[in-house]
Every structure is written in structure tokens, then in C-alpha cells.
């Protein structure tokens, strides 16, 4: 079973709320527990890495996105989460997401394969920054998320990528 359809039919994503464009979500050195459900809109989750973002990750409609390591740890995390255009996200608890998780193996199991889903993202996008040549990272990304091309501009797609937006303009036209 699909596991964005099962965490929506188990109704955990209680609360609602729209967040103007360019706004954040979260902020460095907050904790957020939080897990989000976007619905319509676009965010992107970055860090400042000597007065320079970073951008490592993107949310759009029909995804779940987190501040992972505020929620797995309760601590405070260096990531940003800000809106991209206006958005609207359901919420839901890490108290009650666990919840969830623990009322039987099939949701543990669930959980599992969340974990590991990212994991290999991660790995991915580690590939990624690692391949030195732009043409060969805009061609894994594009591969693996053609929908963050129609979801997301230009600009921030070319920081993701580690490179110019007139590269990856060029990219994209050759």
C-alpha cells in the first residue's frame, strides 16, 4: 500500500495551515516534531553555509516533508524550512505519529520502509554532489524527480545542483 495514502487514511494530519509565500515553516536552531503533509505549494529545506544557502531537499504537493533530525533527536536542527509559493500543509504530532506507528506491526513496518526510503535518498544525493560533471547531475535528478522540474524554479533547482542558473538553463536547452 501506498504510505503517503495510509498516513492520510489514518487521519493523524489533524491540523491545517497556509503559509504565505517566502515564509518559514521552520527556522535554524528551533526544534519542530512535527511531520508535514503538502498539500498545494512548494517549500524548500535549506542551511546557511557561511552566509551561502544550501539547499538539500524540496517539498511539493503530495509530499511529506520533516526537519529529520529535530524530530528523530527533540533537539534543535540547522535547517530552514521556507515556502516557495503559498502553501498549505497538514500537520501532524510526532506524539501521535508514533502512536500510530506502535499500535500494530504494520505500521512499524511502515515506519521502516519510510526510514529506509530516505536513507537511499540520502545516499543519492550524496551520488549526486559527489559527481563532479553538472550535465551528469542534472541528468540523475531529472531521472529521479522529473516532477521537481515542474514544480520548482530554476534558480533554486541550480543551487540543489550545485551549479549556475545559466548552466542549468544550458542543460536543459541541449
Partial sequence: MDIIKTLLEADLFQHKKIIQRYQF?????????????VEKGSVRIFMIDENEERIIRFG??????????????????DLYIQTI???????ASKKDFYQFIHSNDGHLKLWISVLEDLVV??????????????QER?????????????EIPQ???ANYLRMSPET??????S
Fill in 25 to 37: 515553516l521552520k527556522v535554524k536552531d528551533e526544534t519542530d516534531t512535527n511531520i508535514y503533509f
Fill in 60 to 77: 511539493y504537493s503530495g509530499n511529506i516533508i520533516v526537519s529529520l533530525d529535530s524530530f528523530l533527536s527533540g533537539k534543535p536542527s
Fill in 85 to 91: 509559493k503559498k502553501t498549505e500543509v497538514r500537520i
Fill in 121 to 134: 535518498q540520502q545516499l543519492e544525493r550524496e551520488k549526486d554532489l559527489l559527481i563532479n560533471s553538472p
Fill in 138 to 150: 542534472f541528468e540523475r535528478v531529472l531521472k529521479r524527480s522529473p516532477k521537481l522540474f515542474q
Fill in 155 to 157: 534558480k533554486y533547482i
Fill in 168 to 173: 542549468l538553463s544550458r542543460l536543459k536547452k
